[in-house]
Structures are given as C-alpha cells and as structure tokens.
C-alpha cells in the first residue's frame, strides 16, 4: 500500500463518507469562490429534501456541513439571489426564527 493510500485509509477510518464534502470545480467558478461553489453544491443537493419546495437550514447545519461561516452563507446566498435563482424567507423550524430556502431550478439552468 502506497503512503498516500494509507493516509486516504486513515482518513476513511476517521471521518468516513458522511465528512466529506465534494464541490465541482464548474460550480466555484460560477460563482466566483470555493465558499459559494460549496454553498451552491449543497443548496442543489437539499432543494429536493425539504417538504415542497422550500428547505430549511440554520447557520450552525450549514458549519457542520460545509465549515462554511454564517457570513460565508449569507454572502453566497445573496449572490445565488441576484442572479434571480435562490428565493430565501425567515419563518420558525422548530420554534426558532430559521433562514429558509427555495431554489428556482429553471432559472438556474
């Protein structure tokens, strides 16, 4: 086994698949950092997830998620809303004021 297999194994041993975050070079020059291309590659991933066509996540699921700061999430998401395909509106989850989110997948194409 190669050092750096080992270290890819120890890696996997670790954090597993659940850590990892994965971003298409395509997606970070669309939008014009690392920061918004991860934001944008999970935004597409959950617009599906939510109950209809809106998704819900607080600044804390999106650190964990991504390591992204509440600023790096606010920034990105006011980028994805300029260019008309991200709709955001604050109502309770949980009983907590939360940022929701919907994605407008035609404009985005």
Known sequence: ?????????LIARLGGSKNKVVVDRTL???MGSLEGG????????WC????????????REWQEETFLSEYQVRTSAKE???RGFLET??????????????LDAEKFM
């Open 1 to 9: 086994m190669s050092r750096q297999q080992e270290i890819f194994a």
């Open 28 to 30: 970070c020059q669309y």
């Open 38 to 45: 991860i934001f944008l590659s999970q935004l597409l991933y």
């Open 48 to 59: 599906d997830k939510g109950n209809g066509e809106w998704f819900y996540k607080s600044y």
């Open 80 to 82: 994805c809303a300029a």
């Open 89 to 102: 509106k604050i109502n309770k989850a949980n009983g907590i004021p939360t940022v929701h989110y919907k």
